[in-house]
């Protein structure tokens, strides 16, 4: 029986995996330079962070947590990153000091669904959490951050969408509001947003179906039943958005999937994704911690996916060509030049030169050459009898085929100065 990988995970390797490096380590500095700072929380959490939290009608919590029971607990694999965010932080009590604080955090998320291009059950999430900000000055500067994320890679094939689902006082009677409308239509909506209707009328609003988005089109919008401070807090947010030059449009229709959201929702999406359009969102949730059992504060957040920028960046052509290749590779034609190269490719690498050496004493140096071009190394160095003999080394340039003698004596100084990634 051949042994795979589970459905919707992937392994992740080579090229691929360096372009994952490259991208990682851009949207870390992204982060740092707003001030955030990282958080990781395990994998496996108990159940309750999620179910009760994130909403118990929700998909998440509905059927795509991975849950592993034993005797006296259920535990589940972490399927997003707010709600055990807020775990940490109402355990650590990060939030006591009553000061803002920015995190950031990339880590991988499950999820039990239908794997498809860009939808996959185990993937990775970098988010952006601000806790202990109520102002839309926060919210502005968190779309801001994903903003700048995707600036960064020069994506422009996006848009960012806006919206404000209230708070605890307006979105109740607009919920009545919306059950009043779609009532006489409840036949013609999809079983899922019938059995949406009675608990979470505004999820009706993103369902994707034809049918459902024809009758919703109709519906009344959130945007003009918000109170006046949620109105106030909604018109701040685009003031700020248009001073941080970030391009965004109003779109009444995005309610996020999640229950915890207050007031500000906000989805980035591309065309460049097919069907699953998400690149990111979030918003805020002020009540989230409330649903812990603990007084409220005010927090927003973001999680972008990492596949998703990846298939944008790879469409667009963004990710660089050239991947990090060795400086050097040592062919050493026999025991003695292996005896005096072996020891020169340890102390190049020591000081940060990517230096390759052959083990292979048998094979020959067109053998040796090939792999020297396998690797794409910049240099090939070469000391056979001959050249132990005249005290030197034969170094060819791999890109150009020019070819040079250097004295042994000074090998070590005179390769430092070709590196390319000279330490
Ligand atoms: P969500 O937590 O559902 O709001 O997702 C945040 C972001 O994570 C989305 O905008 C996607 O970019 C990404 N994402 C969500 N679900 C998946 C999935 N199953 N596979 C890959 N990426 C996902």
């Known amino acids: 029986m051949e042994i795979k990988s589970v459905r919707g995970m992937n392994d992740l390797f080579g090229v691929e995996l360096e372009h994952w490096h490259y991208v990682e380590s851009k949207i870390k500095k992204v982060f740092h330079s707003f001030g955030y700072s990282e958080i990781r929380t395990p994998a496996l959490e108990k159940i309750e962070v999620f179910s009760g939290t994130v909403g118990d009608e929700t998909d998440i919590v509905e059927k795509q947590m991975y849950q592993i029971i034993t005797d006296s607990e259920t535990?589940?694999?972490?399927?997003?990153?707010?709600?055990?965010?807020?775990?940490?932080?109402?355990?650590?009590?990060?939030?006591?000091?009553?000061?803002?604080?920015?995190?950031?955090?990339?880590?991988?998320?499950f999820r039990h669904e239908r794997p498809q291009k860009g939808r996959l059950r185990q993937f990775h999430q970098f988010g952006a959490e601000l806790i202990n900000d109520a102002s839309p000055e926060a919210d502005a500067e968190l779309i801001t951050v994903l903003d700048q994320i995707y600036k960064s890679f020069e994506v422009t094939?996006?848009?960012?969408?806006?919206n404000s689902v209230g708070c605890i006082e307006c979105r109740p009677p607009y919920k009545d509001k919306l059950k009043d409308f779609?009532?006489?239509?409840?036949?013609?909506?999809?079983?899922?947003?019938?059995?949406?209707?009675?608990?979470?009328?505004?999820?009706?609003?993103?369902?994707?179906r034809e049918s459902c988005r024809a009758i919703a089109k109709t519906a009344p919008l959130i945007l003009s039943c918000i109170c006046s401070s949620c109105k106030t807090h909604h018109e701040r947010v685009k003031t700020c958005l248009t001073m941080a030059q970030v391009k965004f449009e109003e779109d009444p229709y995005i309610v996020r999937g999640l229950d915890y959201y207050t007031r500000t929702a906000?989805?980035?999406?591309?065309?460049?994704?097919?069907?699953q359009d998400a690149l990111g969102g979030g918003g805020r949730y002020d009540g989230l911690s409330s649903r812990f059992g603990k007084a409220p504060f005010p927090a927003v957040?973001?999680?972008?996916?990492?596949?998703?920028?990846?298939?944008a960046l790879q469409e667009t052509k963004r990710l660089p060509q050239?991947?990090?290749?060795?400086?050097?590779f040592f062919s050493p034609l026999g025991d003695k030049a292996f005896e005096l190269l072996f020891p020169l490719s340890l102390k190049l690498k020591r000081q940060g030169v990517w230096c390759e050496i052959s083990y292979e004493k048998t094979k020959g140096l067109k053998w040796l050459l090939k792999q020297a071009n396998r690797l794409n190394a910049d240099f090939s160095l070469m000391i056979g009898?001959?050249?132990?003999k005249s005290g030197s080394a034969l170094l060819k340039n791999m890109k150009s085929g020019t070819q040079e003698t250097l004295s042994i004596t000074s090998l070590e100084s005179e390769l430092l100065r070709r590196a390319t990634h000279a330490p």
């Open 157 to 162: 094939e996006y848009r960012v969408r806006i």
């Open 301 to 311: 957040g973001f999680g972008l996916g990492m596949e998703r920028l990846m298939i």
């Open 75 to 109: 535990y589940v694999l972490r399927p997003e990153g707010t709600a055990s965010f807020m775990r940490a932080v109402l355990e650590h009590n990060l939030h006591s000091t009553g000061q803002p604080g920015r995190y950031y955090y990339y880590l991988p998320m």
């Open 266 to 275: 906000f989805e980035f999406t591309s065309e460049l994704l097919g069907a």
């Open 182 to 208: 779609f009532q006489p239509k409840l036949n013609e909506l999809c079983e899922q947003c019938q059995k949406r209707f009675e608990r979470s009328p505004m999820r009706i609003l993103d369902c994707k």
């Open 385 to 388: 009898d001959e050249e132990l």
């Open 322 to 328: 050239t991947i990090q290749t060795p400086s050097f």
